[in-house]
């Protein structure tokens, strides 16, 4: 099958089945293999965790990027353009190598069909099947890649790499990799691999354990925050969540013996852009956007607003139907002024999956409700978006269309 245009293929693409009956990797090794295994000729670093994955893949990535070594990136979710799933030294792929990409890939499911005319890859094997062969075809010397969920059973999961990041774990996705949190763990630690190098971020000591034990079981040797290395002086003023991120990035990057002075690394973190991450559109009066979705990343947001501009705080809320809403309402105290609202997306909450006494907060106009807020925000009010990467990434498309 041939495609004209991207649009053309996204709409293919977002019709394929979200989940196999079986949650194995025998079908994405399957297209892999007779695409000749490109992931297994690259240097990978694969980073998982319920908080933090997407920054310190960015941070991992840009600090490869600066120090000259031609570096793919595979994250998600995009902030405005799928291409950003799939970057190059910082660039999204275009348009026309994506498709390049993906004329090869329906090649091999056209010979597989004529085997199985009902093979089909789900949405997110065939990104990552797509990232694997860009990446091979642009001969990269690293390929940072963050997980889409979990780590075992996880589509990115058929890559041996140099070095695995599991940044955080705490209650996520339960109903599809939980449901406790020692499950999580569990699942998290399926991207620790024989004999390589595991970093670990902070933990809660209920599960610290499962990780340790399967890194020594591995013999896989564990970097631990706070314990092999610490948090950095030099970026103290940053969210304590990205501390965390930025000393593990840069702790990667030793690991992997990128040669980097301090300055540089400074230099490289300072330019580091992170979309959708403590995103400030506005600073005066403060507009803020920030695609954290469970109580842990909103209340680590939240935390940070309260000490570093203790203004008063409204806050645009929108949110997927699946996540912990009630858990993430009480993050908020109760001088803080909560607005709700959706996009247009079929997962989004709607006014009743909120609390009786909050609907009458609730507009399902998102661009209606965030510039109805901005326009009254007072100089000394602040005004966060959050609660969900879509809400984060249909206001910046706002915005910009706005300029």
Avoid: C
């Amino acid at each position: 099958m041939n495609f004209t245009d991207l649009d053309e293929f996204l709409n293919y693409l977002y019709a394929l089945p979200r989940l196999h009956q079986r949650g194995d990797l025998s079908k994405i090794k399957q297209v892999l293999n007779l695409l000749g295994n490109p992931q297994n000729k690259m240097k990978t670093v694969h980073i998982t965790g319920t908080n933090g994955k997407g920054s310190t893949a960015y941070y991992i990535s840009n600090l490869l990027t600066k120090t000259g070594h031609q570096t793919g990136l595979f994250v998600s979710p995009y902030i405005r353009q799928f291409n950003e799933r799939i970057q190059l030294n910082g660039q999204a792929i275009s348009d026309h190598d994506l498709l390049t990409e993906v004329t090869k890939v329906e090649k091999v499911l056209a010979q597989i069909r004529q085997e199985e005319p009902d093979f089909q890859l789900v949405v997110f094997e065939y990104e990552v099947v797509l990232a694997f062969l860009y990446f091979y075809d642009q001969r990269v010397d690293y390929a940072v890649i963050e997980v889409g969920i979990g780590g075992e059973h996880d589509k990115t999961n058929v890559i041996i790499p140099e070095l695995s990041v599991i940044t955080t774990v705490a209650m996520d996705h339960e109903q599809i990799i939980g449901p406790t949190l020692a499950d999580i763990a569990i699942e998290k630690s399926g991207i620790i691999k024989q004999k390589r190098p595991v970093i670990i971020g902070k933990m809660p000591a209920s599960v610290k354990n499962i990780l340790l034990k399967k890194a020594k079981g591995l013999e896989a040797p564990i970097f631990e925050l706070g314990q092999d290395f610490q948090l950095l002086a030099e970026f103290a003023d940053k969210p304590l969540v990205e501390q965390y991120d930025v000393a593990m990035a840069i702790e990667a990057t030793k690991l992997l013996k990128i040669a980097l002075s301090e300055q540089q690394e400074v230099e490289i973190i300072r330019t580091t852009k992170i979309p959708g991450r403590y995103q400030v559109v506005q600073t005066d009066p403060l507009i803020v956007l920030d695609g954290g979705h469970n109580p842990q990343a909103i209340a680590a947001l939240m935390t940070e607003l309260r000490q570093k501009h203790p203004s008063k705080i409204k806050v645009l809320l929108g949110m997927m139907k699946d996540k912990k809403i009630e858990q993430v309402l009480q993050v908020f105290s109760p001088q803080e002024e909560i607005y709700l609202t959706r996009i247009d997306y079929h997962r989004a909450a709607e006014k009743t999956d909120f609390p009786t006494e909050l609907q009458s907060k609730f507009d399902p106009d998102y661009w209606h409700a965030y510039s109805q807020l901005k326009a009254s925000l007072k100089v000394d009010e602040i005004l966060v978006v959050t609660g969900s990467f879509y809400l984060v990434s249909a206001i910046l498309q706002g915005e910009e269309d706005a300029h």
